[in-house]
């Protein structure tokens, strides 16, 4: 029985490897032509990167010289709830991009267009 799956035109290791190594950026769903999608990954993740590390450079005087006193230690307390409030984001973009990697190494994942990304290597007609 012959498959009817239309393939993509994308291949299946080039968006594994942008997968593993920039996930979190979105980059694979930009290559598979989830444009959107994959700014908007981009955009959450860096935003939530770059308000961590601000909050935590305005407060690592804080960090390295922690004194014993109620003051001090709510508002260490409060800045790691905001760094941690802060990364929230970033971690469901990697645990999203985790699951894509996923559905591309077990051949489940499709591309904007709704054909199959299954071929490991798409040879171009030079």
């Known amino acids: 029985m012959a498959s009817t ?9 080039i968006a594994l490897i942008l997968c593993i190594f920039t996930g979190y950026l979105g980059f694979h769903r930009i290559f598979t032509g989830y444009r959107s999608i994959g700014i908007i990954q981009m955009l959450v993740s860096v935003t939530s990167l770059a308000l961590a590390f ?5 407060n690592r005087e804080m960090f390295n010289a922690l004194r014993v006193s109620a003051y001090s230690l709510q ?6 709830g905001l760094i941690a409030a802060m990364l ?6 990697l645990a999203w991009a985790c699951v894509d990697g996923v559905r591309i190494a077990l051949n489940r994942y499709d591309d904007a267009d709704g054909h199959r990304v299954s071929l490991w290597l798409v040879h171009s007609a030079l």
């Open 54 to 58: 601000f909050v935590y450079f305005m």
């Open 75 to 80: 508002r260490y307390l409060l800045t790691m």
């Open 5 to 13: 799956e239309r393939v993509s035109e994308h291949s299946r290791l």
């Open 88 to 93: 929230i984001p970033f971690f469901i973009i």
